[in-house]
């Protein structure tokens, strides 16, 4: 269960949130008689997987973190439907408008920053809130959780074209 957990946590990290799961499910077993000791060893053998990972990303990109999703969110998720609703554009054109003030904004950055996706996810956070003064609460709202529960259910391969840099 644990090992599963661990996988698809890597595999899709917003099912990271359902990780509280994993040490849940043995209670449910009636007839277990090490319930503890069988809930600590999920815990470890989770934290063991997912651990793995976050050391990959402490070592390469100096961050201990699971993923680097803010960028593809922010930019071609949250940004062009709030402006898609707020000027009345088609989604496609609202993303391809994001991407142009995108990269216009992270222009600044030196060539060592712009290739490590954590430092980029903190940008693009500044760049939200650069965004963020041209629209309407009521946008913002309505648009960020449409794009929350987007990207919570659609299926992890959605990112690869944006991880391997595919049109």
């Known amino acids: 269960i644990a090992f599963v957990f661990a996988i698809l946590s890597l595999i899709k990290p917003q099912f990271l949130y359902l990780s509280p799961l ?69 989604y496609s054109t609202a993303k391809k408008k994001s991407y142009k003030k995108w990269e216009a904004y992270k222009k600044d950055l030196d ?11 903190k940008f693009a956070i500044n760049f939200f809130y650069y965004s963020f003064e041209k629209f309407p609460l009521k946008e913002i709202i309505s648009s960020w959780s449409y794009g929350s529960i987007k990207t919570l259910f659609t299926p992890g391969i959605v990112e690869l074209s944006y991880w391997m840099r595919l049109e």
Do not use: T
Not at 76 to 83: A, F, L, Q, R, V
Not at 111 to 119: A, C, L, R
């Open 111 to 121: 060539e060592k920053k712009i290739k490590n996706p954590f430092y980029q996810d």
């Open 22 to 90: 994993v040490i849940l499910f043995p209670f449910f077993i009636i007839d277990e008689k090490y319930k503890i000791k069988n809930v600590l060893k999920i815990f470890f053998i989770f934290f063991i997987i997912i651990n793995c990972w976050l050391m990959r990303n402490l070592i390469v990109y100096n961050a201990y973190s699971l993923s680097a999703s803010k960028v593809p969110n922010i930019v071609s998720w949250y940004i062009p439907i709030i402006d898609q609703q707020y000027s009345n554009l088609d």
